[in-house]
């Protein structure tokens, strides 16, 4: 990102509070609260106990009075939740390294080696960023069930690169393209092979381009819901999107305060992980647009 | 320096380089092949086999024969895949037209002085981050018909004297989608175009304030034209993301009711795994490929444009 805090209205201090407040805090605050709400209301419900979830006469429904972890507690110790958990770590983890490893050689290759043809693969793979999974996910559950992929962890894991690695190879394209070509001159001309180009000066340098794609790659796993809820068919095996919407929904008999749970706890992995490296997140979002 | 004409030196440096970079094909080959191996196999193998299998009576479970048109024929007389279409159509362009007013408003009022600014910037971007499935289904109790709390305010406001029934009404429950993909959608299109905005030089406004150019003015003749090229980009994105929804609908109401929220995607779905006719589903989802093809082309432009507008250009 660019100076953030560049101030681009240079005279913006003339403006009077009350001008302010109703040109920009009012409908700044507006709109916070109409992208917060869902998140407040899906904590609430989660620690409401279902007397109160239900009662709407007796209990002011924006508050708790009595906050419980039942929800939590069923969540965890009734349903397969831990293991869809674990399952959506794992297949996140994998593809992301499968992705990274695949992108860092391809953008290295396009970018910097240069092969007869490597602009031609680049837009290809700009393209390939641009097909979408609901149009790929039936011949993919085909082709998913014939390799005797079907209802497992792998098949998650080698399909979700398919969106990944279009996407962090053209983040590290373009990251590549900052590092200065004379670097790797002079090292080749030092004798360095270009595996130890690649490990020992491209890839140190590029450690940011290297982070936003990783956790751009790890939310958009855990994210993902099409090929999960397509090729994953025993309770045990899906991921949490998945469990959560096909397992804890009985008949007609919603369990929402289970349901809230699932989403907030689910939820928080991908929130903390962001919250962290949110200046990693956005340079990837609007640099994957801007190239 | 001065010695050693300029052509000269690069022609040297050529020469070392190729001579290091021998062989540069073959290893390029060989850094590819990973993403390539995947890319085939998982990407461009079933775009082609899907072409394949709309043109097919393929059940799940059992091999197709090769029926021609035959599947797009019989959807053209299909009411309820017209009516996906319909709703495909109405989503996407009043959802993306309120995700682009909204997405621009707010990422102008982020571009002002505000305090707190980064942590205000990431609160924003929130939704767009938390799994969509997760968020849909907090929509989802949100629009619960008995403990609906939008409707519960109401009443208490004294709008409405009855609650609302979000989902169970087709042009309620239509209405219902949009919002939340508006809600899971503005937050990337006010994020990227604020980056947009930051590219702009505060001197080209200092100098049409000097000019006596008001505030409405500098936005529609120094903001917009300077914004343009990434918000044909942008709006390409989200167009394409909208057009082809699937998780949102899928959780919130499964295309209901009786088929009111249906998008192309979530009926090739329902068809194709659910009815287990792979064939008719491959051939709903095949039916999506011609607008994403616009879609492209436009995005193509878009970033011929913003290349030119740079100076650059090959």
């Not at chain 1, 560049?6 to 805090?25: H, K, Q, S, T, V």
């Not at chain 1, 990274?100 to 837009?123: D, K, P, T, W």
């Not at chain 2, 029926?67 to 053209?76: C, D, H, Q």
């Not at chain 2, 007389?77 to 009043?94: A, C, E, M, R």
């Amino acid at each position: 990102m660019t100076a953030i805090d560049n101030d681009i209205e240079g005279m913006a201090y003339l403006d009077r509070f009350p001008r302010r407040l109703l040109r920009l805090y009012l409908p700044l605050g507006l709109i916070l609260f109409f992208l917060l709400f869902p998140f407040y209301w899906m904590a609430t419900t989660t620690f409401k106990p279902d007397a109160e979830m239900y009662d709407y006469e007796k209990y002011n429904p924006f508050w708790v009075a009595h906050p419980t972890l039942d929800h939590i507690k069923k969540l965890f110790f009734d349903t397969d939740y831990p293991q869809w958990m674990y399952n959506t770590v794992v297949v996140s983890v994998s593809a992301t390294f499968i992705s990274i490893f695949a992108s860092v050689c391809a953008a290295y290759a396009i970018e910097r080696l240069r092969y007869r043809g490597s602009r031609y693969v680049g837009m290809a793979i700009f393209l390939a960023y641009l097909v979408p999974p609901s149009i790929l996910f039936i011949p993919l559950a085909a082709i998913v069930f014939k390799l005797g992929l079907y209802d497992g962890n792998l098949a998650l894991i080698l399909t979700y690169p398919t969106f990944l690695i279009p996407f962090c190879t053209w983040l590290l394209m373009g990251y590549f393209r900052t590092i200065p070509y004379e670097l790797e001159e002079c090292a080749l001309i030092d004798g360095a092979s270009r595996l130890q180009i690649l490990t020992k000066i491209t890839l140190p340098l590029s450690v940011p381009g290297l982070i936003s794609a990783g956790i751009f790659a790890f939310t958009l796993s855990w994210n993902e819901f099409i090929y999960a809820l397509t090729f994953i068919s025993s309770s045990e095996n899906k991921t949490i999107p998945v469990g959560a919407i096909t397992e804890l929904v009985n008949g007609d008999v919603y369990h929402w305060g289970a349901l809230m749970a699932a989403a907030l706890t689910g939820s928080i992995p991908v929130v903390i992980l962001y919250s962290f490296f949110v200046e990693h997140y956005v340079s990837a979002m609007t640099g994957a647009v801007k190239e | 320096m001065t010695v050693l004409a300029e052509p000269t030196v690069r022609r040297v440096r050529e020469s070392q380089l190729s001579r290091m970079l021998d062989g540069r094909n073959t290893l390029g080959a060989m850094f590819m092949l990973p993403a390539a191996a995947i890319l085939l196999l998982f990407l461009a193998y079933p775009l082609v086999l899907g072409l394949w299998l709309g043109m097919t009576d393929t059940k799940i479970g059992g091999a197709g024969r090769f029926i021609g048109w035959n599947n797009f024929s019989s959807l053209a007389k299909d009411t309820v895949f017209w009516l996906s279409v319909f709703n495909t159509t109405l989503y996407t362009v009043v959802a993306s037209i309120i995700k682009f007013a909204l997405g621009l408003y707010l990422a102008v009022l982020l571009n002002e002085r505000l305090p707190f600014k980064s942590i205000i910037r990431a609160i924003v971007l929130l939704p767009f981050v938390v799994p969509t499935v997760l968020s849909a289904i907090a929509f989802w109790w949100i629009y619960d018909s008995q403990f609906s709390i939008v409707s519960w305010v109401l009443v208490k406001l004294g709008f409405i004297h009855s609650y609302i029934d979000f989902l169970g009404d087709p042009w309620n429950a239509r209405w219902s989608v949009i919002v939340a993909n508006i809600w899971r959608g503005v937050p990337f299109v006010a994020i990227t175009l604020l980056a947009g905005l930051q590219t702009i030089s505060p001197s080209l406004y200092e100098a049409a304030t000097l000019d006596g150019a008001s505030n409405a003015q500098r936005f529609r003749y120094i903001t917009l034209p300077m914004l343009s090229p990434i918000i044909a980009v942008v709006m390409t994105f989200s167009v394409l993301l909208t057009f082809t929804d699937f998780q949102l609908i899928y959780t919130i109401t499964r295309g209901g009711p009786i088929n009111a929220t249906h998008l192309m995607a979530t009926l090739s779905f329902q068809r194709a795994i659910t009815g287990g006719n792979l064939g008719e589903g491959a051939a709903i989802a095949n039916a999506m490929i011609p607008f994403l093809v616009v879609a492209i082309l436009f995005s193509y432009f878009g970033l011929q444009r913003r290349k030119w507008q740079q100076g650059g250009g090959e």
